[in-house]
Each structure stands twice: as structure tokens, then as C-alpha cells.
């Protein structure tokens, strides 16, 4: 017989709250810095583009994983 998935509890939904907020500063911070390396000519300002979707991608699906009970 399976444990029954929950989800997670109180505290853990909002220490999440929390740490996305925390990281979407420095998510903004980041895409402003890397168009500013792109309309200068830096190559890099692309590459520091990509890594933020990323993080942000693979950080959605477990925020979203979280919410279904499965994380």
C-alpha cells in the first residue's frame, strides 16, 4: 500500500514564496544585465539569457511538481 501524496505543508509553501521572490530580483537583475551585454556586443549577454531560462524553466516544473503532491 502507497503513502497517500499531500503536497506540501504551510511552512514549506511559504518558505518557497519566499525564496521565488528572493531569486526573481536577481532574476530581473540578471536579464537587464544580459541585454545590456547584448546591445553592447557581448556575446556573453546570450549566454547568461539562456542560463536564466533554464533556471527558470527547471524551477517552475518543480514548484509545479511541489503543488501536485509528488515532490
Known sequence: ????H???TLEQRAAVKRYVQFAAVFA???VAFSIFLIIS?????WA???ILACISVVG???IQKGKSGRA
Open 28 to 30: 530581473v537583475l540578471g
Open 41 to 45: 556586443g557581448n556575446s556573453g549577454g
Open 48 to 50: 547568461l539569457l539562456g
Open 1 to 4: 500500500m502507497s503513502e497517500p
Open 6 to 8: 499531500v503536497g506540501w
Open 60 to 62: 517552475y516544473f518543480f
